[in-house]
Nanobody, 113 residues
Framework: QVQFVESGGGLVQPGGSLRLSCAAS????????MGWYRQAPGKQRELVAV???????NYVDSVKGRFTITRDNAKNTVNLQMNSLKPEDTAVYYC???????WGQGTQVTVSS
């Protein structure tokens, strides 16, 4: 079972940027869809961005135009570039294959002045 380790979170002011990275414990070449999720305090985990093996990308409406998901099958990584961050983006961010049952520790993103 593949494991994921997320990194790159931190404290950033509104309007700032962060780049999250996700490293897989084995090849992700065969994983059709990889995603970034987030969970804010008191809320359910939500899927914010998906990328397929063919490069098709989808985003939840609230992050469209601000977040960009990329995957590198050669390096077994999936990244999330987040620009124009807002306080409502504050959450713990996780990456996982879509439908995956095993979750990493996530990385905390806090957007605050």
């Amino acid at each position: 079972q593949v494991q994921f380790v997320e990194s790159g979170g931190g404290l950033v002011q509104p309007g700032g940027s962060l780049r999250l990275s996700c490293a897989a414990s084995r090849s992700i070449f065969s994983i059709y869809r990889m995603g970034w999720y987030r969970q804010a305090p008191g809320k359910q985990r939500e899927l914010v961005a998906v990328v397929t093996n063919g490069g098709t990308k989808n985003y939840v409406d609230s992050v469209k135009g601000r977040f960009t998901i990329t995957r590198d099958n050669a390096k077994n990584t999936v990244n999330l570039q987040m620009n124009s961050l807002k306080p409502e983006d504050t959450a713990v961010y996780y990456c996982n294959e879509i439908g995956g049952a095993s979750w990493g520790q996530g990385t905390q993103v806090t957007v605050s002045s």
